[in-house]
């Protein structure tokens, strides 16, 4: 059974780092793009951020709301996806979730009707 996970999540002070992780299992990560996204209360789905396969370059796209904030890696030996998360701001708080795109049309997407399977999420609060 084909199946994402994610971890990492919990209650930060506005100016912390959280390192959220995304795994999975029935398949091997590298072989696709990896996005995350996340979803505020009562706002939309935002891609914040998705890299490539290694096969592909291992290139990395950012939203504007999180460049220079956020950093997303891989590491194949442990098939995870990594979103370190640096400078957080309240405005941060959201679900985060990561998803794959088994032949996204674009390069680099953050359209989340571009990914195919998703995780169930994991909870990000920043607040003091």
């Known amino acids: 059974q084909w199946q994402l996970v994610e971890s990492g999540g919990g209650l930060v002070q506005p100016g912390g780092s959280l390192t959220l992780s995304c795994t999975s299992s029935?398949?091997?990560?590298?072989?696709?793009?990896v996005g995350w996204f996340r979803q505020a209360p009562r706002g939309e789905r935002e891609g914040i951020s998705c890299i490539e396969n290694s096969n592909s370059g291992g290139n990395t796209n950012y939203a504007d709301s999180v460049k220079g904030r956020f950093t997303i890696s891989r590491d194949n030996a442990a098939n995870t996806v990594y979103l370190q998360m640096n400078s957080l701001k309240p405005e941060d708080t959201a679900i985060y979730y990561c998803?794959?795109?088994?032949?996204?049309?674009?390069?680099?997407?953050?359209?989340?009707?571009?990914?195919?399977?998703w995780g169930q999420g994991t909870q990000v609060t920043v607040s003091s």
């Open positions: 029935g398949f091997i990560l590298d072989g696709y793009t």
């Open positions: 998803a794959i795109a088994w032949k996204p049309n674009g390069r680099l997407p953050l359209g989340d009707y571009e990914y195919d399977e």
